[in-house]
């Protein structure tokens, strides 16, 4: 049975669900996150003032034992997963308190002991770092959350293979921050590396991260494009832009628009008429690299387009060989901007996959 927006109810209930498993995830990440990070210094001060010779109090103690305690509470199913409390010897110690009259001698064994849960949270704290990101778009560093299982249960549900993307990191790939994707940081990043100063730039199917970020550059006329869109530049489809002049544009950036169009070729040459002779655009297509020939036909029923196209309102998935032919028959000089060319740091910064490629396309 299906909705009135066509969403299977199983589909939904499986939606509901993994949302909310992956809202309580990141909470847990970050309180987790926050206690380990919170709890180094006081370990630190507590190195000092047992080195120092003095003696610990209960009070002391008991808090500092519940905060572990605390911390490894969260310890169970998360991805952190690490033991603080060496707690054979650490139980055994606690039982002796009482009768040692918390002598020297205890206190170096509890010492020893509270050293070794120093390094434990010391390297949990390291391995979640690796987990966090920042965000090029909005400066954030924090967890990314993982794209909606929505589009991952409708392909399931209508039967389309399995996808091998050339760029989605879909375990890692919003910034909690700005809501940016991958591949809007991927679009950014390339841009940082411009001289945007004087350049007069368009957007089409402008995406609120990169939107966001090219209307904080200073002396760039920025234009943007698309036909269903309210307040944009330009009411226009992509297939026919009459509107706007031949040669009138440095940079255009299209990400995520030919495959929704019925002549992409078309598109693709009025694309190449708009850009000034030394220019280029910044393009990207979802890409499945298992894809060997672009398979097309416009207007088919949603449930095939899904289980064709990946989409309902996709006519096309294209091979990758393809897509770069068709390009290059449109004009355009192709560069694939790649982790070689953004360096292995950045990517793993951005929550970018391996695999993740920009098509510069230059007249």
């Keep these: 049975m299906e909705d009135r927006n066509g969403i299977p109810k199983e589909v939904q209930e499986k939606v509901q669900k993994t949302n909310q498993e992956v809202i309580t995830s990141y909470e847990l990440k970050n309180k987790y996150y926050q206690l380990v990070t919170g709890m180094l210094p006081v370990m630190d001060k507590i190195m000092v003032y047992f080195t120092s010779g003095g003696i610990l109090s209960e009070d002391i103690l008991e808090n500092l034992l519940k905060k572990v305690e605390e911390i490894n509470a969260y310890l169970e199913g998360c991805v952190f997963q690490k033991e603080f409390l060496p707690k054979e010897k650490y139980q055994k110690l606690i039982s002796q308190s009482q009768e040692t009259g918390n002598s020297q001698e205890w206190q170096r064994q509890i010492l020893e002991v509270f050293k070794e849960m120093r390094e434990n949270i010391a390297l949990t704290k390291m391995k979640a770092e690796k987990q966090r ?103 226009a489809d992509i297939q026919n832009m009459d509107m706007v002049e031949t040669e009138s544009y440095h940079i255009w950036i299209c990400s995520h628009v030919l495959e929704h169009v019925q002549d992409d070729r078309q598109a693709m040459q009025e694309l190449y008429r708009i850009t000034k002779k030394g220019g280029y655009g910044l393009v990207l297509v979802p890409l499945d690299l298992n894809q060997k020939e672009t398979d097309e036909e416009w207007g088919r029923p949603v449930e095939e387009c899904w289980r064709r196209f990946g989409q309902d309102d996709h006519t096309r998935k294209y091979a990758k060989h393809d897509f770069v032919k068709r390009l290059e028959d449109s004009g355009f000089e192709v560069e694939e901007l790649n982790m070689d060319f953004f360096g292995k740091e950045i990517f793993e910064m951005n929550s970018l996959s391996e695999t993740s490629v920009l098509y510069k396309v230059k007249r």
């Design 133 to 235: 990101h920042i965000c090029c778009c909005c400066n954030r560093q924090d967890f990314f959350l993982p794209l909606t299982k929505y589009y991952d249960f409708m392909q399931e549900y209508y039967g389309a293979n399995p996808w091998n993307y050339e760029t989605q990191n879909s375990g890692d790939m919003v910034c909690p921050g700005c809501g940016s994707f991958d591949r809007e940081r991927l679009i950014v990043l390339a841009l940082q590396k411009e001289d945007l100063r004087q350049k007069k730039i368009l957007q089409i199917a402008p995406s609120p991260a990169v939107d966001r970020y090219l209307k904080t550059q200073e002396n760039a006329g920025y234009d943007t494009c698309d036909l269903y869109m309210e307040g944009v530049s330009y009411q």
